[in-house]
Every structure is written in C-alpha cells, then in structure tokens.
C-alpha cells in the first residue's frame, strides 16, 4: 500500500516536472521575442530619426557653408571652416568613445535583464 501511494506521488511529480518544463519553454520563447522585438523597434526608430537629422544637418550645413563663403567671398573657405569644424567634432567624439560605452551597455543590459 504504502509502495501503491509512493508511485502516484512519483507519478504526480513526473507530470508535474514535465507541465514546469513546458510553461518554462514558453515563457523563455515570450522573452526572448519581447527583447528581439524591443531591440528591433529601436533600432527602427533609431535608423529613422538619424536619417532625418542627417538629412537635417547635411542641408543646414550647406547653407551655413554658403553663408561663410559669401561673408569671406570665397565659396571655398566656408566649406573648408565647417568641414573642419565637423572634422574637430569626429576627434572629439573619437577621444571620448569610451565613455559612451558604458551607459549604452547599462541601458540595454536593462532591456535584457528586466
């Protein structure tokens, strides 16, 4: 008798352990299409937005380029001062690299861990 309440107990553990094993699948496969889903949405809206602002500043740089060089009236050197501006701009983003990288990596560490 007591051998008979054993294996049902066993038995229940077994379906048990198995229904644990198959919600635990699930909602592995929910997370994992949450974060991929999450990180594609940003990516979109990133791609996007830069793609505006880029446009944005291509045709504000143009203009001020014009404006320079008819101020100096030499075309030439209003692009070469915002050229170079930009072109100190890029070293300092290139010197300061590093420490962007740790807030982009808290942040979607987050994301991931949330």
């Not at 038995?11 to 198959?22: I, K, Q």
């Not at 996007?48 to 291509?58: H, I, P, R, S, Y």
């Amino acid at each position: 008798m007591a051998f008979d309440e054993l294996k049902k107990d066993l038995m229940e553990a077994d379906a048990d352990v198995r229904s644990y094993l198959e919600n635990s699948e699930e909602y592995l496969k929910l997370r994992i299409f949450k974060i991929f889903m999450h990180a594609l949405t940003a990516s979109a809206q990133a791609l996007l937005v830069g793609a505006v602002a880029l446009l944005a500043l291509f045709l504000l740089s143009m203009a001020v380029s014009f404006g320079i060089g008819q101020w100096l009236n030499n075309t030439f050197y209003g692009f070469l001062i915002v050229g170079g501006c930009y072109s100190i701009v890029g070293i300092i983003c290139y010197l300061l690299r590093d420490r962007l990288n740790g807030p982009l990596i808290r942040r979607f560490s987050s994301y991931y861990f949330d």
